[in-house]
């Protein structure tokens, strides 16, 4: 199994522009998730998604959106890319199944503003 | 609201032995503890809910305190693999959602 798959795994972004990243898992998990980690840091959470169609805002959604068509795939929009959103940026996805499962990450985009 | 860890970090010599610690002011659901080497993605280790039991990974055990919203993860005879940041993921409520902490940087020397 692939797991969780992120894409691209580098980019960089002028000031303004605008990208989506990617994200698609083979695991038929219901519950996705988008986090950014600035260096030295932790996880932040900054949207995720409960099925197809379902999505909410988590920690830090300013400048962000998502959307969830699929069961698998889970892509996070950048609108006008500023400075502050360089990080690594992390998707992730569980079951749903009670008690509640791990989050298997993908291998992160790494994303930098100039 | 975040989680604190402490130790921020730790340094150790192979062999010895380990506390990280993770606490909410809030009523947690669940803990989740994940190890994240350099460059790579966090690594999940276990989870401990609510009424459960002290959980084990090898060598590397955890523990939810419920009175206190505190989780310890205990880590003895370390090894050189053991290097990482080491993060604690809290739920609250049965949210399926995890507010981690600012990590715990663990160093494992010869």
């Known amino acids: 199994n692939a797991g969780v798959t992120q894409t691209p795994k580098f980019r960089i972004l002028k000031i303004g522009q605008s990208m989506t990243l990617q994200c698609t898992q083979d695991m038929n998990h219901n519950y996705m998730y988008w986090y950014r980690q600035d260096p030295g840091m932790g996880l932040k959470l900054i949207y995720y998604s409960v099925g197809a169609g379902i999505t909410d805002k988590g920690e830090v959604p300013n400048g962000y959106n998502v959307s969830r068509s699929t069961t698998e795939d889970f892509p996070l929009r950048l609108e006008l890319a500023a400075p502050s959103q360089t990080s690594v940026y992390f998707c992730?996805?569980?079951?749903?199944?009670?008690?509640?499962?791990?989050?298997?990450f993908g291998d992160g985009t790494r994303l930098s503003i100039l | 609201q975040q989680p604190v860890q402490s130790p921020q970090a730790v340094i150790l010599r192979e062999g010895e032995d380990a506390v990280i610690n993770c606490s909410s002011s809030?009523?947690?659901?669940?803990v989740h503890w994940y190890r994240q080497k350099h460059g790579e993605a966090p690594v999940f280790l276990m989870i401990l809910l609510k009424g459960g039991e002290q959980m084990r990974h090898e060598k590397i055990s955890a523990s939810f305190n419920e009175k206190k919203q505190q989780s310890s993860l205990y880590l003895t005879a370390s090894q050189l693999s053991y290097s990482g940041t080491y993060f604690c993921?809290?739920?609250?409520?049965?949210?399926?959602?995890?507010?981690f902490g600012s990590g715990t940087r663990l160093l494992v020397r010869p």
């Open positions: 809030k009523a947690l659901y669940s």
């Open positions: 992730a996805s569980s079951s749903d199944t009670r008690p509640y499962q791990p989050q298997h």
């Open positions: 993921g809290t739920e609250v409520y049965s949210s399926y959602k995890l507010i």
